[in-house]
């Protein structure tokens, strides 16, 4: 079982659409972050998140931290080929597991253009 | 400035020879981590170093794998001997505030183990 669950899996839409990917967890963490990673690289750092119910805003992509620190959403306005990748939350400072990050198994987006 | 610097990029073995992957992490990050990716799944931490101690390596299969950090700079994962199951892509990350600030990863080493 995943500490942190991410969904969908995949999703698969149309350039100009919107989309919404989800990142939940039974378990609190300190922060929350945001990482799109590309075939044959390594995940590449988009955002980070430490405050309950925070929200940042990075050009079309939103990322918003839950109240509780349990979960976290990322949305993407009018998506395009180029956002096209492994999106993978990771969470940091939950005291089960140290000063270390857990990642969840990602949501693989594909943008059609 | 130079990104995580990992190499090999692939590396194609037969089953029970051994292995070493390299990283050389961004300067001045103190703390370095390896992770293993499986296809469709997220990274997960093999061992993490803070300078030249290793301080959680409960996830590193110790029986085949070795790691070390000499002087608290580069550092290499080794298996001996690789296993099929050891098929995945081993990532290099350093971060220089820990894991609340985020990681920097480097490209990472795709092992095919056959």
């Known amino acids: 079982t995943q500490l942190l669950e991410q969904s969908p899996q995949f999703l698969s839409i149309q350039e100009g659409e919107n989309l919404t990917v989800y990142c939940n967890s039974s378990?609190?963490?300190?922060?929350l972050q945001w990482y799109r990673q590309e075939p044959g690289e390594g995940p590449v750092l988009l955002v980070t998140?430490?405050?309950?119910?925070e929200v940042k805003k990075l050009k079309r992509l939103t990322f918003q931290f839950g109240d509780a620190r349990k979960d976290s959403s990322l949305h993407i306005t009018a998506a395009q080929p180029g956002d096209t990748g492994l999106y993978l939350c990771?969470?940091?400072?939950?005291?089960?597991?140290?000063?270390?990050?857990?990642f969840g198994a990602g949501t693989i987006l594909r943008v059609k253009s | 400035e130079a990104g995580v610097v990992q190499s090999p990029r692939y590396k194609i073995i037969e089953k029970k020879q051994p292995v070493a992957f390299w990283c050389n992490p961004i300067?001045?990050?103190?703390?370095l981590y390896w992770y293993r990716q499986n296809l469709g799944q997220g990274p997960e931490l093999l061992i993490r170093?803070?300078?030249?101690?290793?301080?959680?390596d409960s996830q590193l299969p110790k029986d085949r794998f070795s790691a070390e950090r000499l002087k608290g700079v580069d550092s290499t994962l080794k298996i001996q001997p690789a296993e099929l199951g050891d098929s995945a892509v081993y990532l290099c990350?350093?971060?220089?505030?820990?894991?609340?600030?985020?990681?920097?990863f480097g490209s990472g080493t795709r092992l095919t183990v056959v």
């Open positions: 990771a969470g940091g400072g939950n005291m089960e597991y140290g000063n270390k990050l857990v």
């Open positions: 998140v430490v405050t309950g119910g």
């Open positions: 990350a350093s971060s220089l505030r820990g894991a609340n600030y985020g990681y920097t």
């Open positions: 378990s609190v963490f300190s922060s």
């Open positions: 170093y803070e300078n030249e101690e290793a301080v959680d």
């Open positions: 300067s001045g990050h103190n703390t």
